[in-house]
Nanobody
Framework: QVQLVESGGGLVQAGGSLRLSCVAS????????MGWFRQAPGKGREFVGA????????AYADSVKGRFTISRENAKNTVYLQMNNLKPEDTAVYYC?????????????????WGQGTQVTVSS
């Protein structure tokens, strides 16, 4: 069964760091661009960033640019979201997602496989 499993969320103080991981089942990761999204209470799902399969650089939302970094280890079917200098407004459930194409897009509709989400809470 195709699936994505996120981990690494938790509670952190403002200014702190967390690293989220997303492990994909075999077949999901190959030739797939991977995205990270987040959803805060009462808000829609928001694009955080995405990384292509092999060629090109990761792309980020303006709200996280310079603070968050996406990387991937294709041999481990894993994508990471390193989050530094966290702010209370980063509090949300974070989801990783895979799409059936190697290039990134910035909308949730472009991704067809989703993880269950992991909660990130940043206290002030």
């Amino acid at each position: 069964q195709v699936q994505l499993v996120e981990s690494g969320g938790g509670l952190v103080q403002a200014g702190g760091s967390l690293r989220l991981s997303c492990v994909a089942s075999e077949g999901t990761f190959s030739n797939a661009a991977m995205g990270w999204f987040r959803q805060a209470p009462g808000k829609g799902r928001e694009f955080v960033g995405a990384i292509p399969w092999r060629i090109g650089s990761a792309a980020y939302a303006d709200s996280v640019k310079g603070r968050f970094t996406i990387s991937r280890e294709n041999a481990k079917n894993t994508v990471y979201l390193q989050m530094n200098n966290l702010k209370p407004e980063d509090t949300a459930v974070y989801y990783c997602a895979a799409r059936s194409a190697p290039w990134v897009v910035f909308t949730a509709a472009g991704y067809n496989v989703w993880g269950q989400g992991t909660q990130v809470t940043v206290s002030s």
